[in-house]
């Protein structure tokens, strides 16, 4: 390594000339410039942001009379949860291995065809414009190489979606094939799941970057995100008011009537409309098909398959994963099995909560947001330690937590304080260690059979027992009860102060008590 930046810090000074009278060239500037080019790799939907990731570290590796680092092959374009992520995941696909590791064996075999290019792009310096001009060679090369172990991986990804792709597929086919490193799959497969995941921008991992893949721990070291939370479809409303300035703020059957002419004077945005709707449905089949366990629970939430992918792309010998998390995926049911799996096979979790008032977290993000800044070190069979701090609503009160010790709680424990491992949000951090001592009793809900146990009922119905409830008021009437819906409570919080209706006591008692008796002799009655 000093041979090189010597010969860096040569190529420079040389190309400077003798009259340069900047400042002297310093180890840390030429070793930011390497550490960008060999260690730094990322993924973006988005054209312009993936330029702009390139500009930014062209800027904070700037080094005078060097040339700009070739950076193709570490920021790439693609989408992160359509296509492969792992061998092991393409190996489940093909599942014509008891062990589950056929592909995670022939796969890196095939995969070792870019090794040669890839290990002499690892080896150029960069230090003048015709190595740079040799690393784009080489990147291409590699990727010509391994270019029908891509298409392979396709047909893989699209088998979750097309059943005549996925019988293909099945049979043991695919794992003869590949022990015998042939061709794996006709060109008109590879048309049709092309097809299939149409306009989805498919990314494989081991693909996009072997060199990570092909190393000895097979994963990404360090994982830094701040995924979309997003649903994966396209809403009619948004999209329409995006082409009329305005729209959102009229009555709702004004909107109708804009929305309506805007059909009629814009078939193209129309037909833009209905691609943009078909691409999002392909994209919730391929997340609720693919090894993203939760996606069918709830809504499509995208955080929820980017959870997943972080976890699998992080190496299982010490990878570590920093992300920015809606509340809900640390506590909704369609997470609960992500962070069951986190709390019970990583060494480390650390999570920090803010209350993003005012925006002074991320302005850009709905200021009534709850959001977690969640830390994961894998490492380790078994769970190990839950750090826990917050809610900061601040700047200065995040400042001065971030100096104190964390509540720190067993992970087999927090686990076990619901049935879906939700983490509680707290009202302040000196409130920890009391419910921290108040879980160690049993659950209100534990049905052990020897002693009483709460359960939730829903006593009303939006809309066969509306005549029981004023909808009307405002406030609630003297003597009248509120009568709560889904956000009216959770699983940490008993009166959040949002109410569906109020109810009069007098006229709703009799009516309760007679549906408890109807329903008394239902197995299922909680009665």
């Not at 700037?62 to 092959?73: M, T």
């Not at 002499?120 to 230090?127: D, F, I, K, V």
Request: glycine residues 8%.
């Amino acid at each position: 390594m000093t041979d090189e930046l010597e010969r860096l810090r040569s190529s420079a000074l040389e190309a400077l000339g003798k009259d340069w009278l900047g400042d002297p060239i310093e180890d840390t500037q030429l070793l930011r410039r390497q550490i960008a080019r060999r260690c730094i790799f990322g993924v973006d939907l988005n054209p312009l942001a993936v330029e702009l990731a390139r500009l930014s570290i062209w800027i904070h590796t700037f080094v005078p009379g060097l040339p700009l680092s070739f950076l193709d092959a570490n920021l790439v374009i693609g989408n992160s949860l359509v296509g492969i992520a792992t061998f092991e995941e393409a190996s489940e696909l093909i599942g014509a291995n008891a062990d589950g590791d056929l592909f995670a064996f022939a796969g890196a075999e095939r995969l070792h065809q870019a090794r040669g290019p890839i290990e002499r792009l690892a080896r150029l310096a960069e230090a003048t414009a015709a190595e740079v001009k040799e690393a784009k060679k080489l990147f291409e090369q590699a990727g010509e190489s391994i270019r029908g172990e891509a298409n392979l991986l396709t047909v893989l990804a699209a088998s979750r979606i097309d059943d005549d792709i996925s019988k293909a597929v099945a049979g043991g086919q695919v794992a003869t094939k590949l022990a015998e490193q042939g061709d794996v799959f006709s060109d008109a497969l590879v048309r049709r799941a092309e097809k299939a995941l149409g306009g989805l921008q498919v990314l494989h991992f081991p693909i996009a970057f072997p060199q990570v893949f092909l190393g000895r721990r097979g994963g990404f070291d360090v994982i830094i995100g701040n995924p979309p939370w997003e649903e994966a479809t396209v809403e009619e409303d948004a999209f329409w008011a995006r082409h009329s300035p305005g729209m959102r703020s009229l009555p709702q059957r004004e909107q109708e009537t804009e929305k309506a002419k805007l059909r009629r004077q814009r078939p193209d945005l129309v037909a833009e409309y209905d691609d943009a709707v078909a691409r999002a449905e392909r994209l919730r089949r391929v997340l609720v098909s693919g090894p993203f366990p939760g996606m069918g629970t709830g809504d499509p939430d995208v955080y929820k398959a980017f959870c997943w992918r972080f976890w699998n792309l992080a190496s299982a010998e010490g990878g570590r994963i920093g992300v920015v998390l809606p509340r809900s995926a640390l506590s909704a049911k369609g997470s609960a099995e992500f962070r069951l799996r986190a709390l019970l096979t990583a060494k480390h979790v650390d999570v920090t909560i803010l209350l993003n008032t005012g925006g002074w977290a991320f302005d850009e993000a709905e200021h009534r947001y709850t959001i977690g800044l969640v830390t994961v070190a894998r490492d380790a069979e078994v769970g190990g330690q839950v750090a826990l701090r917050g809610p900061y609503a601040s700047l200065p009160a995040y400042r001065a937590g971030a100096v104190r010790e964390p509540l720190v709680v067993p992970a087999k424990d927090l686990s076990s304080w619901n049935d879906t491992a939700s983490l509680p949000l707290l009202p302040s951090e000196r409130s920890g260690e009391v419910f921290a001592k108040l879980r160690r009793a049993p659950r209100l809900d534990l049905d052990d059979g020897t002693s009483w146990r709460a359960r939730p009922q829903a006593e009303l119905h939006a809309t066969n027992d509306k005549g029981l409830m004023d909808l009307k008021s405002k406030e609630c009437p003297d003597g009248y009860w509120p009568v709560f819906k889904g956000e009216s409570f959770d699983i940490w919080t008993n009166d959040t102060g949002k109410y569906y209706a109020w109810a009069d006591p007098a006229k709703v008692l009799s009516a309760l008590y007679e549906k408890r008796l109807r329903s008394a002799g239902k197995g299922g009655s909680a009665f």
